[in-house]
């Protein structure tokens, strides 16, 4: 492993890290909730008695969508969660580190194959909370998840927005925040989106969402662009 020569909070985005190595090359990092644990063949950094864990843009949106300077990480220390489409855990491990110990994550999954590997990542890590479920129906986990600061959604399905949408209704707090992983080529955010995108934001405008800033992911990930949104709760 090369040698880590500094470690600095991100300057914008609380709980991230700049990890510098000796080598001149950057990584960013998160503070690891369960030490000496890996969850996807990531970096562990010790320094000072701390351990971070590399936080790889290649593999995560979230932090694709920080390297491409989104306006804000709202996902900070102490919030509630809920991540649908929580696969077998790369980014939840990232936002359970982000939230800490008085934080919460409840992680929606449907695919029972990839749960069993959520369940492993969950076991180390007490704020993770793994469930089995279609987020389409989100009345099926109604007694489970409380009232949440933000909704990450990223299930790779079309209709996302309107998936979105009744989740928030059930689950998002009024001025909550949404980050949603839409699919989009790099064009679409820029110059003229295309019908699929267009109808995807507007459905979310509908559900009450006033969007704050949407980046591209271009080149860590060529076919996603990221919505940051927030929840207007009516009546
Ligand atoms: C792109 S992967 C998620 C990767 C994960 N967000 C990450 O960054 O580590 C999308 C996941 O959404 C799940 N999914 C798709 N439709 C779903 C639904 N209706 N309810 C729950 N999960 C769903 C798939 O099984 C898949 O694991």
């Known amino acids: 492993m090369a040698e880590v020569v500094k470690v600095e909070e991100h300057p914008q985005y609380k709980g991230v890290y700049i990890v510098e190595l000796e080598d001149g090359s950057t990584r960013l990092a998160t503070k690891n909730l369960a030490p000496g644990h890996r969850v996807y063949g990531e970096w562990l950094f010790r320094v000072g008695g701390v351990e971070y864990r590399e936080w790889n843009a290649y593999r995560s949106k979230l932090a694709a969508a920080l390297l491409k300077g989104i306006k804000e990480l709202v996902i900070k220390e102490g919030c509630k969660v809920l991540y649908l489409g929580a696969?077998?855990?790369?980014?939840?491990?990232?936002?359970?580190?982000?939230?800490?110990?008085?934080?919460?994550?409840?992680?929606?999954?449907?695919?029972?194959?990839?749960?069993?590997?959520?369940?492993?990542?969950?076991?180390?890590?007490?704020?993770?909370?793994?469930?089995?479920?279609?987020?389409?129906?989100?009345?099926?986990y109604a007694h489970i998840v409380d009232l949440v600061d933000t909704i990450y959604a990223d299930v790779a399905q079309p209709e996302q927005a309107s998936l979105v949408n009744m989740n928030a209704k059930y689950f998002l707090k009024d001025g909550g925040y949404l980050y949603l992983a839409i699919k989009a080529r790099s064009i679409d955010v820029t110059k003229e989106p295309d019908e699929v995108y267009r109808k995807e934001i507007n459905t979310l405008n509908e559900g009450g969402f006033e969007i704050i800033d949407v980046v591209h992911l271009d080149p860590f990930d060529r076919d996603h662009a990221m919505v940051l949104a927030k929840y207007h709760r009516r009546g």
């Open 87 to 140: 696969g077998s855990g790369t980014t939840p491990s990232h936002v359970s580190d982000l939230v800490g110990e008085k934080g919460m994550v409840y992680a929606v999954e449907f695919a029972p194959r990839v749960m069993r590997e959520l369940i492993n990542v969950a076991e180390t890590r007490k704020n993770l909370i793994p469930i089995l479920a279609d987020a389409r129906f989100p009345n099926r």
